[in-house]
């Protein structure tokens, strides 16, 4: 279970300083498939990279399974079971998609394991397998490495950030798919997923509606998604 207790996050900007999250409170279960939404700039990628440990709270704490993480670093926080997919995703150099799908499983992932995954993520497996992560690869083919990069880790609290991004229509499809069949084998992990899009908040457990860097508000899709539905994008609605 991941708690986030009285969590605030300022920067400093002009001398002064600059809230982005106030004093947040959350709990989500193991076994959840949570997703956070609300319109551009309302601190949803910032709370992403504070459970993830890239950046640090101004005050606040963030427990996992009752342990406390605030001051563990990004590779303690990993070793605990926690995976975050980025909004723009890194390309790394020299690294090749197998090397990373190896590294992510943290085992010798056969190459055809390795191409089992490229093919959920809608990527013909031949064709990519030996590819370098470097900027040859599209956005769209960046960010479903990294997709399968977190389906091969399998960990206990996945954090995707908007996995939509960058992603054609016709793909996104199979990206509901995928994430359907993520909630269906969930078991005691969590999944917490960034979206703007609707049919990713109708799959949701829970839906987490952030705003001014507040929860504005906490519920099931039925609760919540009454008030936002009717537009293409949920962030026009909230604006
Ligand atoms: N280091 C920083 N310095 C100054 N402002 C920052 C910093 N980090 C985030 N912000 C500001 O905090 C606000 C929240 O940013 P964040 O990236 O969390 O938004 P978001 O909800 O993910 O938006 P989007 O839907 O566009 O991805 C934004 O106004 C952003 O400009
Ligand atoms: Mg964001």
């Known amino acids: ?52 440990g890239i950046e640090k709270p101004t005050s606040g704490s963030i427990l996992f ?44 992932l056969s190459i055809s394991a390795a191409c089992e995954y490229l093919s959920e993520v809608g990527l013909c497996a031949r064709d990519y397998i030996d590819r370098e992560i470097n900027s040859s690869l599209s ?25 939509e991004a960058g992603i054609d229509l016709w793909s996104f499809q199979n990206l509901i798919r995928i994430f359907e069949k993520m909630r269906r084998e969930i078991r005691d992990s969590s999944i917490v997923i960034i979206s703007h899009q609707e049919r990713i908040l109708n799959i949701a457990d829970e839906i987490l ?11 099931t899709p039925e609760e919540i998604m ?6 293409n994008s949920v962030c026009e609605k909230l604006q």
Do not use: W, Y
């Not at 920067?11 to 609300?38: S, Y």
């Not at 997919?85 to 790394?92: E, G």
């Open 1 to 52: 279970m991941l708690e986030i207790r009285n969590l605030s996050f300022a920067v400093e900007e002009d001398g002064k300083q600059k809230e982005i999250l106030h004093d947040l409170n959350l709990a989500i279960d193991n076994g959840k498939f949570v997703v956070i939404t609300g319109p551009n700039g309302s601190g949803k990628s910032t709370l992403a990279r504070l459970i993830m």
């Open 65 to 108: 399974d009752g342990k406390d993480i605030t001051d563990l670093d990004i590779t303690e926080r990993a070793k605990q079971g926690i995976s975050f997919a980025f909004q723009q995703p890194v390309r790394f150099k020299g690294i090749r998609v197998k090397d990373l799908l190896r590294l992510a499983a943290g085992k010798n």
């Open 139 to 163: 956005g769209g083919e960046l960010k479903r490495i990294e997709i399968a990069t977190l389906l091969a880790r399998h960990t206990r609290l996945s954090v995707f950030d908007e996995p």
């Open 209 to 219: 509606l952030l705003s001014g860097g507040s929860i504005r508000k906490h519920g």
């Open 226 to 231: 009454p008030g936002l539905v009717g537009q």
